[in-house]
């Protein structure tokens, strides 16, 4: 596809399981972001992918969240042991790799946790 | 936390009419951008200004920015009910490694038919 695509589109879970949300980025992107939009918090950087690497996690609120990247394409994002507050909207976005160049953003998959 | 600051929060105005929204940061960047978000979900980018520029025009958009003042301006001119909207400012800092976006609060656009 030509844009950024992200899988489930929704999902509902209960308290304590563990979810797998996926990326797909635009072909050819180098870069991979995971952002999360909460009513709260408003849009906050969680990780950083440039290749298969993660250079920069320091946006992830706990160990119970991590991320991986293979063949330098699709990104999981898992979430281990859900809590309520992790209810959210996880936006990714990818670019080519430059300073200047654009980040382009999927349409989100909203994560509730009952 | 968020390093940009939008204001207004809110816009309610009528077709015809333009919108203007402002945007202000703290660090020094390598380029602002101007992303649009519908119903909560997926943002749409609408225009890339880099630090040296001080002005840019897409279509119906124009862009300002003001480093010494830290701070950006969109316009939306002639709008219309389709541009209602939340509207963010994300940064990309200058030593912020792999130029993760910082975004701003957004400010809610109401066009009126």
């Known amino acids: 596809g030509a844009g950024v695509s992200q899988s489930p589109s929704n999902k509902v879970t209960e308290k304590g399981k563990d979810v797998e949300l996926r990326c797909d980025p635009i072909?050819?992107?180098?870069?991979l972001y995971w952002y999360r939009q909460s009513l709260g918090q408003g849009l906050e950087f969680l990780i950083y992918?440039?290749?298969?690497?993660?250079?920069?996690k320091s946006g992830l609120p706990s160990d119970r969240f991590s991320a991986e990247r293979t063949g330098g394409s699709v990104s999981t994002l898992t979430i281990q042991r859900t809590q309520q507050e992790d209810s959210a909207v996880y936006l990714c976005?990818?670019?080519?790799?430059?300073?200047?160049?654009?980040?382009?953003f999927g349409p989100g998959t909203r994560l509730t946790v009952l | 936390s968020q390093q940009g600051e939008e204001d207004p929060q809110a816009l309610s105005i009528q077709e015809g009419e333009n919108a203007t929204m402002n945007c202000s940061y703290k660090?020094?960047?390598?380029?602002l951008q101007w992303y649009r978000q519908n119903s909560g979900r997926g943002l749409v980018h609408l225009i890339l200004?880099?630090?040296?520029?001080r002005e840019k025009h897409s279509g119906r958009l124009r862009v300002t920015l003001d480093t010494s003042k830290k701070s950006s301006s969109l316009l939306i001119t002639a709008s219309r009910a389709a541009d209602t909207a939340s509207y963010f400012c994300?940064?990309?800092?200058?030593?912020?490694?792999?130029?993760?976006?910082?975004f701003g609060e957004g400010t809610q656009l109401t066009v009126n038919p």
């Open positions: 072909s050819g992107h180098t870069a």
């Open positions: 976005a990818s670019k080519r790799g430059g300073i200047a160049d654009t980040q382009y």
């Open positions: 994300a940064t990309d800092g200058v030593g912020i490694g792999g130029s993760r976006l910082t």
């Open positions: 660090t020094s960047i390598n380029n």
């Open positions: 992918f440039q290749g298969n690497s993660a250079p920069d």
């Open positions: 200004i880099r630090s040296n520029e």
